[in-house]
Structure formats: structure tokens, C-alpha cells
């Protein structure tokens, strides 16, 4: 594995910036943007469960009607991908039997081996109300959009993470009700325009001692 | 800036795994530490506000409690360094000023032009309950997390994302209360051991055509 450098990765995390304005005439290469998705599914979650789905939505008039709950931010229009993150809406023993059946496979084991850890799983999932699912596997999506925010820097990728959106509006929009998935927040990806004026502003943030303290 | 390829980004997030066994005996040089934490304080949040302190724990006495308080993983004492996330409990109109006044003087402008921003968030947060914010900043809390665990793996460094703790105990044993922040979860940073035998072992994900959909 060949490692980076840390000014490598400053200068990417300090070059990222929530991109207002994009230009729509640029679209990713096809082959940034597959790796990017990569970095999606490659995105740790707790127990590994992957409660999420990711919607790429490339259809022109979707994405106008999803604009229109979204503050009518042009952002989502105009970027080159717009990604909906979307979390399970609950956790249950289908989930973590379909986890299981894949850990077997890939392991090259029988599924009852796994059965200490699926007694674990499952006692864990029952001590929570449906709720408090829906606030972890959303937690979990939030750790998917870091990675992806992180991945696109590096690949000299803009991106905007979004929650001024309507969940309700966009689970109706994407056709979610029943899917047993809904809308968490989103991400574009794309090209910054030229005049975006916040491309030159100073990044804010809080010295690194109101941030960081050591123990 | 100079972007990575493609190549080196996937190389890097497969290499990534949850290292459960690390080398006790090796630490991250300085410069390593400085850049990651430095990716925590750069770490992208909603309006920017960076709801969160990030406590490096030293202290191996400190650790060994915490430890005590998180099934006994053995990570929580031998990884180079333990990182406990925590968030704001809520958000009021002295975190908006805040953030606000570090604007103003980042940007080098006068407070008040900023009062149209101060008012759309201050009615924001006021929508909300002080659960609804606690949810709201932990999310926020798990974009640094991905940021975190992304930026390792591309520097090399092993990490293990934690969940499996008690808050309220990590509160109690680094005297969180009346702090304004609560644990929401830690990640490890350091050295695999050589033993690790889940270093070794494929990683488990969903096909991509079962998280990411096109519409």
C-alpha cells in the first residue's frame, strides 16, 4: 500500500471547501466518479451491517424537484453527481442474517459459526426502539459522507454536503416509502465554478486548542 | 494541489480494516499525530459550527478505566493514541456567536454584516429540542469520524472505530460533566500486531449494486 504524505493531505483537506457553486459544463470521468462510489461502499459501519443505500440520481427532472426542496440551492442541479444518502429505517434479524451470510461466504466458513456473534447482534438490535435504530444507522451514513468528502478532496474532487433538504419530500420524490430506507441528507460532487467567490475564502475554524484537548 | 490517484485512494480504504490487536510497542512519529488531528479540526460540519471536542487520551491510567468500560477491548490501552469524540449537549446563541465572531474576523468583516447568517440559525436551533440538537451534533460527530479513519488509512495508520463503550461512563471518568459535551463514541489510531488475524481476513461488503442505485 503506498502511503501519502501529511502535506498531501492537508493541502487536500485544506483545499476542500462546501462548494456553493459549481460548473455544470464538467462532468467527472467516469472512472473518478466509480471510485468514489467505491469509497461508499468501502465506508466502515458498525458491525459492519451497511445500513444505508446511496442514490446516485442522474435524471434531470428528478433532480429538479429535489432542488426545490432543497432551499432551491442550484448546487443540486448543476454539480456533476448528486448523492442522496439514504439510512435503514430499523435493524432486524434480516439484516444482520444477510450480514452474516455474506461474512460466511467471503470467509469460506459455515453460517452457524458465526451463531456467538449473531446471538450478540441480535440481542444488541433488540434492546432498541426502532427509533434509536434509525439514529444509529443514520450516524452511520454520516461516517459514509466523511469518507466520501475526504475521498473526493484527494482526488481533486469539489464536493457539498446538504441537510437543508426535506427528508419527507425527497423519500417521496426517490419512491422510498416501503423500501424500508430513507432520506439522511446529501452530497454533490462536481467541479467548482469559477466565480464561486467562496472559493477564495478563508476556511473557519476554531484554533486547534478549542478543538483538541489532551488527557 | 496535488491530487492522488484513484489507485493509491482504493488502495488505501481496502488496505483500511477495524484493527482489533495493535503493536503496543510502536507510536505515531509527531508529525503523523499533528496531521491527523489537524484532519479532526479541519473536519467539515453544519454551518461550520464544529460541534465537538476531541480528547486525546493519554494518560495510561486513564486509559485503563476506560478500557473497564469498554468490554475490556484491549485496543483502548495498547493503540498509540485513543481519541474520544465528543459533542455539544445542544446549540445556543453562544455557540452561534462564536462561530460568528470567528467568521467575522477570519474574513475580516464587521460582526453585524453577519446578522442576516446569526438570525437564519439562531431560528433554526430554535426548532429544535435539545435531544434534536444532541442527535444533530452527533452526527456531525461522525463526519470527523470518517474524515478520521480515511485520512489514517491514506498516511498508513491503522484505526478502529469504537462504539462498543459506555458514554456515560467515559463522561464520569473524564470529567465531562458541566462541560457542555458528551462522549458519542472514540477511534484508535496506531500499529497492527503482526497477529492480528483479522488483517489477514477478506473484507465483508454488500455488491456495489446493493448500496449504490442509479434513478
Known amino acids: 500500500m503506498t502511503s501519502i504524505t501529511t502535506s498531501d493531505l492537508l493541502g487536500a483537506l485544506n483545499w476542500r471547501y462546501a462548494t456553493k457553486s459549481f460548473d455544470a459544463s464538467k462532468k467527472l470521468p467516469p472512472e473518478t ?32 424537484k429535489l432542488r426545490a426542496e432543497s432551499w432551491n440551492q442550484t448546487q443540486v442541479t448543476d454539480a456533476s453527481q448528486l448523492i442522496v444518502f439514504t439510512a435503514r429505517v430499523t435493524l432486524d434479524a434480516a439484516d444482520i442474517n444477510e450480514h452474516l451470510a ?9 453460517f452457524s459459526a458465526l451463531d456467538p ?29 466523511g469518507q466520501l468528502m475526504t475521498s473526493a478532496a484527494l482526488l481533486g474532487v469539489d464536493s457539498c454536503p446538504m441537510e437543508g433538504l426535506s427528508p419527507a419530500a425527497y423519500d417521496e420524490i426517490l419512491g422510498l416509502a416501503g423500501s424500508g430506507y430513507r432520506t439522511v441528507c446529501a452530497c454533490v460532487l462536481g467541479y467548482r465554478a469559477d466565480d464561486d467567490k467562496y472559493a477564495a475564502t478563508p476556511k473557519v475554524r476554531y484554533p486547534r486548542e478549542r478543538v483538541v484537548a489532551v488527557r
Open 33 to 64: 466518479l466509480d471510485a468514489l462510489l467505491e469509497s461508499l461502499a468501502l465506508s466502515p459501519s458498525s458491525f459492519g451491517l451497511q445500513p444505508w443505500k446511496f442514490l446516485v440520481v442522474e435524471d434531470p427532472a428528478l433532480r429538479a
Open 117 to 145: 456473534l449473531r446471538q450478540m447482534m441480535t440481542g444488541f438490535i433488540a434492546g432498541k426502539s426502532d427509533d434509536e435504530l434509525f439514529v444509529w444507522n443514520s450516524r452511520q451514513v454520516y461516517i459514509a459522507l
Open 102 to 110: 455474506k461474512t460466511a461466504a467471503v470467509r469460506g466458513i459455515e
